[in-house]
DNA sequence: GCGACAG
DNA sequence: ATCTTGTCGC
């Protein structure tokens, strides 16, 4: 498989990128509902590392989101394309990610990302950005707490705390699993943050993270191993 | 100015 | 993200 490149006048520095993600920032959709859960396709990514040999591999996985089972998957392997900076993550995965949804057949419906949408320093994370690119709906469901400020959820599963950013509430801490660490979900493009919850516990039946992000997770991992064998 | 900071 | 030792539980 060709080894993604990194597009031509991909932003070179963090002035260039900022520059960028405030543009597209103006192309965000908040005003709609998005697709409900539990019913036509939903489509995880996620990205792994090879920092020694400068390598990135993208993995999409379309689900069933009423049987949660396989539709298509797709991988694809780049460059990496920035450096990690917080706030400017997208820069870091989005060509390699774009190439995987390329190469999918299936409609890949709602787009679940390892990461944020709104709820980032500058309203405009990994999912908002993939979304406004592919004009698909797009949410983010992160790991682990990022600059928006919130209280801790109650400790059952389903219940969660708003996350806020100067007094807005822009996405919510959310306990996908009883006695569990929260996962932190955030709207990214034409959905809005109750649809994207919704998601988010259809898609945690049984773990705490979305089992599109655990497919797509497993898949560029191996997607990556096999890279670095082939050469 | 300093610390913190998705993946 | 990635690396990494040990531990607990189904």
Redesign the pocket.
Known sequence: MAIIGIPAGWPADEGAALDVQRRLRGRLVLGEDGPPAGEGRVTGL??????ERDLV?AAAVVLDARTLEVVEEATAVGRVSF???????????IPTVLAALDGLAADPGLLV?????I???RG??????LGVLTGRPAI????????ATGAEPGPRRGDSAPLLADGEEVGRALRTRTGVKP??VSAGHRVSLATALAHTLALTPRYRVPETTRRA?SL??RA?AEALAAG
């Open positions: 996620d990205v792994a590392y090879d920092d591999a450096p990690y900076v917080p706030g400017l993550l997208a820069f870091r995965e990302c390892d990461g944020y949408g709820a980032h320093p405009f994370g990994l999912a908002s950005h983010g469901v992160a790991k682990k707490p990022f600059t996962v932190y997770d560029c991992r990556l």
